[in-house]
């Protein structure tokens, strides 16, 4: 099994910025890939990046020039930079792991709110 820890999440401004960060323990060396999803209230939760082990990164279109993933493999750790961001961001963001042979992992979730 797998087991994710996320941090970082918070109030913020508009046009601010935020660092998640999401722990990944147990056998890690079997993910294939780890992303970032959000669900905001009243709506479906959705993809908003993903990074695999080759390094490729996905982004929904509206985050592209504004959050990036990256991954720490030497601390089991992905990361999530939040740069400009816009009220419409706020929700709760949950880390996601893609691991060989079991079921989706989910961390937690942290709240994200962008408010003045």
């Known amino acids: 099994q797998v087991q994710l820890v996320e941090s970082g999440g918070g109030l913020v401004q508009p046009g601010g910025s935020l660092r998640l960060s999401c722990a990944a323990s147990g056998r890690t060396l079997r993910i294939n890939y780890m992303a970032w999803y959000r669900q905001a209230p009243g709506k479906q939760r959705e993809l908003v990046a993903r990074?695999?082990?080759?390094?490729?990164?996905y982004y929904t279109d509206s985050v592209k020039g504004r959050f990036t993933i990256s991954r720490d493999y030497s601390k089991n750790t992905v990361y999530l930079q939040m740069n400009s961001l816009k009220p419409e961001d706020t929700a709760v963001y949950y880390c996601?792991?893609?691991?060989?042979?079991?079921?989706?992992?989910w961390g937690q979730g942290t709240q994200v709110t962008v408010s003045s």
């Open positions: 996601n792991a893609g691991v060989a042979g079991l079921p989706d992992t």
């Open positions: 990074i695999f082990n080759t390094g490729s990164t």
